[in-house]
């Protein structure tokens, strides 16, 4: 039987009886038709902990805070605003397969528009349930760093200060991702990748300047809400080591 995990910040102290939010609620109770009594594990984003929990009449109670899932280093994902749901899919692929930070940012050539005033708080709230959901699912003790779309500057200039390598995915380049990084898979690291029509030239121009090397993932043109899943994917793999059972999680 899979763990159920709940985002809960902050934690509760041990065999503290407390109401939980209305929204945990709804889901432990309504989508999960929870009973008094229920196990479940309760995590907290901003500190990584987690502790087990039983479900009460009148809310729940909870046992000791350990230390989540140990995080590998950070993983960014510098994504270009896309159409519809697909920046939901790069999200939630993401989320599950360990990416830090998911960087939403507007690109030259992103078709969406990017909403402002209510609609952008909505979009972020919507965001943010998606990384949550996508968390809980997974079994992370956290949630990635997630923005709506920034302009490119400043999501470079995040990326520089926290990746000791960077790559710009550019279907053309000369160089393949794989040479270039596959030795280097447990050093931290950010994509920078393109909305559907791609990242203008001054886009990858101004990566650059950022230390951003242009690579390639072959011979294929793979849609920008693919690339997010094969890289994060290989880099899941790289990143696991045979002889720790622990880090197959």
Not at 84 to 91: I, P, Q, R, T, Y
Not at 155 to 165: D, I, K, P, T
Not at 183 to 212: D, K
Request: charged share 25%.
């Amino acid at each position: 039987m899979r763990t159920i995990r709940l985002p809960l910040s902050p934690l509760p102290e041990e065999n503290q009886v407390v109401a939980l939010p209305p929204e945990a609620v709804r889901y432990l109770s309504t989508v999960l038709r929870l009973r008094a009594g229920a196990r479940f594990v309760a995590f907290d984003r901003r500190t990584g902990m987690e502790a087990d929990g039983e479900l009460l009449e009148g809310g729940a109670s909870f046992g000791p805070a350990r230390p989540g899932v140990i995080a590998d280093a950070p993983a960014l994902l510098l994504q270009g605003w896309a159409k519809g749901d697909k920046n939901e899919s790069v999200l939630q692929d993401a989320t599950e397969l360990g990416a830090s930070h998911v960087l939403f940012f507007a690109a030259a050539r992103s078709v969406a528009k990017v909403e402002e005033g209510k609609k952008r708080t909505a979009k972020e709230e919507r965001l943010m349930a998606v990384a949550e959901g996508a968390a809980r699912q997974s079994g992370r003790a956290d949630v990635p760093v997630v923005t709506t779309p920034v302009p490119l500057t400043e999501v470079l200039a995040e990326a520089a200060a926290v990746a000791e390598r960077r790559f710009v995915l550019v279907p053309t380049a000369e160089r393949s991702l794989g040479t270039e990084w596959v030795h280097h898979a447990h050093e931290s690291v950010a994509f920078l990748v393109g909305p559907e029509g791609g990242l203008a030239p001054e886009e990858i121009a101004l990566a650059e300047t950022f230390g951003f090397v242009p690579v390639s993932l072959g011979a294929y043109v793979l849609r920008c809400e693919t690339v997010a899943a094969a890289l994060l994917g290989a880099l899941r793999v790289l990143r696991t080591d045979p002889r720790d059972p622990a880090k197959l999680r």
